[in-house]
Nanobody
Framework: QVQLVESGGGLAQAGGSLRLSCAAS????????MAWFRQAPGKEREFVAT????????FYADSVKGRFTISRDNAKNTVYLQMNSLKPEDTAVYYC???????????????WGRGTQVTVSS
């Protein structure tokens, strides 16, 4: 089993920045990819970014490309999401996920955190 705990959410103004963290524990050797998804009120959960755990290569949703950066610290078993130039439409609960492949499909991820709220005011 893998446990994921997100942190770093909060309130930001439009144009501001936040950095989310997700710490993994347990059978971390089974992790080959980690990702961030988000769910806004009244909407379905959507893909934000994913990273290959060994190569460190990230892939992003078009809506965040150029503004968000996903990175990882293998020694700390932690993945980060640096969010810059935030927009009100980025407001959502952000979830960390871990799995075997760096893909956009939610069902490919075996483990999920509980989420952290990000609110962006205009």
């Amino acid at each position: 089993q893998v446990q994921l705990v997100e942190s770093g959410g909060g309130l930001a103004q439009a144009g501001g920045s936040l950095r989310l963290s997700c710490a993994a524990s347990g059978r971390t050797s089974s992790i080959y990819a980690m990702a961030w998804f988000r769910q806004a009120p009244g909407k379905e959960r959507e893909f934000v970014a994913t990273i290959n755990w060994s190569a460190g290569r990230g892939f992003y949703a078009d809506s965040v490309k150029g503004r968000f950066t996903i990175s990882r610290d293998n020694a700390k078993n932690t993945v980060y999401l640096q969010m810059n130039s935030l927009k009100p439409e980025d407001t959502a609960v952000y979830y960390c996920a871990a799995g075997s492949y760096p893909v956009v499909v939610q069902g490919s991820y075996n483990y999920w955190g509980r989420g952290t709220q990000v609110t962006v005011s205009s």
